[in-house]
Structures are given as C-alpha cells and as structure tokens.
C-alpha cells in the first residue's frame, strides 16, 4: 500500500477533524480491502441512523488523537 | 466545504459541550451529506433510547477532547 | 437555553460523577429535545439492561473528563 | 444519596478494579434506583455473552480514570 | 478473592498486552462468577464475528491503562 | 505464543496504524484462537457495515495508544 500517512499535524482543527475521518475510513478499508464491497454497503449504513452514529464515534476517537498530536491547535 | 471548524477553544464549558454536539453531528454529515436523508432518520433515532445514548456517547467523546484543549476551563 | 454548565470542578468525587450523569443526560436532551418524548422512552431503556450498560458507559466516559479536571480529588 | 464516593485512591490496583466495578455499577443505579428492577434484570445479562463484553467495557472505562487517579500505582 | 493484580508493571509491551486481556476477562468474571456459566457462554461469543470485535475493545481500552502505566515501555 | 509485540515504537505514523490493526486483530487471536474459525468468520463481518465499523474504532482505540507512545511522531 502506497504512503498515506505520514504526519498527525494539520493546519487548522477542521483538517485534523478530516484527517480523523480518513483515520476511520482506513480502519474499514484495512479489513474490507474490496471498494466494491465496500461501495455496495454504503447505502445501507449511510440510510441507517445508528450506524452513522457509531461512524461518527469512530471519527471522534481519531479526533482525539489528531488533536492531542496537534496540542489541540492552541 | 466552508470553514466550520477554526478553533476548539470556548469561553465556558457549556460552549464546548455545545462545539462536541457539533463535532458529532459532523462526523454523521460528512458520512451522509444529504441533508434530506438525515432529517429522513431523525425521527427514528430521536425516539429510540439505545440511539439517543450512543448519541451521547460520541459527544461524550467529543466533550473530552474539547474539555482538554481549554485545560478544562480552570 | 439557560447556563446548566458554568465549570467541571466540584468539590468531591461523588459530585463529579453526578456530574457527570448530568452531562450524559445532557447529550441525550440536546439530541431530544422534547421532555415528554424523553419520559415516554424511560420505562423501555430503563428496565434492558444492555441499555443501562450503554447509559453507563457514556456516564463512565464523562467521568474521566471531570476527574482530569479535578485532578483526581488528590 | 449517602456518601459512596470519597476518594479515587486505592491502595492497590486491585481495589482500583474494584472501584472501577463499582463506579460502572452506580452509573447503571443512578438510571435505574429500583434495586428489585435491577435484580430482576441481572439473570438475562449475566448470561449474555455480549451483555458481559459491555459490562466488562465499562470498568475499563472507569479502571482508566481510577488508575490516572493512583498514577498507576507506580 | 485471592489477589491477582498487584502491580500494572510489565517487562515487556506483549505482556502488558496479556495483562490487558487478564483485565477484560475479570471484568466479566466479577459480573458472571459463575465458571460454569461462562464455559457454557464461550462457544457462542467466540464463534461470532461481532463478539470477538468487542471482546477486542475492551482488551484495547485495558491496554491503553496499562501501555500508560509502563510509561510505553520506552 | 512467540514474541509478536516487542516494542510500540514504529518510524511513521502509516507503521503505527499498521501495529494498531496488529493490536485489534491479536484481540481477537487470542479470544478466538482457532484460525480455522476467525477465517470462517472474516466473509461475514467483512460485508457487515456495522462490523467493518466496529473493527476500526477498535484499531482508533489502539491507535491512540500507539501514538501517544510515538509522541505522535512530532
């Protein structure tokens, strides 16, 4: 796999919040390599509101570790 | 997307349970940007007790790493 | 709405852990807003018990952030 | 409510897991003060797989801010 | 109970992570004490995907306690 | 069980959230350790949005212990 991670620091607080995002994204597309696979789930879990919810914890998790390596952008 | 996040500073602590609501709804809107589909789920979730707490689990998350960037207002 | 959050110090541990269930409380009431949908939802999570560890653990998740902000009660 | 929670400090990291139990228990009896409910409901998830995955969760939670709170018991 | 965690201080990062899987299971263990009951609960939860993702968690969370308290085995 | 964790230290972050998916899946070895099993498993919750979600917050778990080992490779 190509690099895509090579630093935690972000300039502003909202690109640490996508980099948290892509943190998340990874997490899944580590288990489930397929982009179709993981293009055919999309709609289910995207329409279902606790899945969207339990997606926004695993950003918020990630959130805290860009943030901690950013020293929360002070 | 506009600037939505420049700062996790707050003046209070209510502020910044109010920026980890925020957070949270985020991590939902970036994973389902139809603004349509998620007023579509609000009903449901809003009436469920378990979603409503998993909810709150994740602006719990959220409140950690906002309550740390303000030193926890003390 | 009116302040409910002027600080995270309190004066003893058991307060801080009121504390937070009020913050957990507090994400679910932000979320759903209507008292009376609230109330409604009481009986149901109130008597599962998965739903009591999930209240729990959101409990449990602010506790830290209060406790760090009080530097443990030492 | 009578005093339950003095101090975070535990002599021993043995009694800060137990601590850790009793923190997750009280998160679940400040939702639900009915101790017959409560005892109405231990059977089903003392036998839930899952149910004991969740419970077990929630003392690492509470175990994280204990041991902070004993400096590891360094 | 005999004593069984006297000391969150590991030699190395691996038995640190033993430990933490010493910690989820007594989690379970204070909640269910019965041995029996648990034996007979193993077959399902090791035997669904799900399962085994949130016995992983709670292990992960003991272990973030106790990488702390080793100071990371720096 | 051979040596399989030896330090938390990684060069990059990429290597780091690499150790985190090491970490989550050792989780599960070791609660499942019948390889056989895990392998059945893996076309169930590899096509299961919510599963695929519930594995990456575990890695965002470990992640952030991994990190916080690392400095969070400042």
Request: hydrophobic share 40%.
């Amino acid at each position: 796999m190509a690099d895509w991670l090579t630093s935690l620091q972000t300039e502003t607080p909202q690109q640490g919040f996508e980099l948290a995002i892509t943190l998340a994204r990874k997490g899944v597309g580590y288990t489930q390599p397929d982009p179709e696979v993981r293009e055919k789930l999309r709609p289910t879990y995207a329409e279902d509101a606790d899945s969207l919810t339990f997606a926004s914890h695993v950003i918020a998790t990630h959130f805290q570790t860009v943030a901690a390596a950013n020293n929360y952008w002070k």
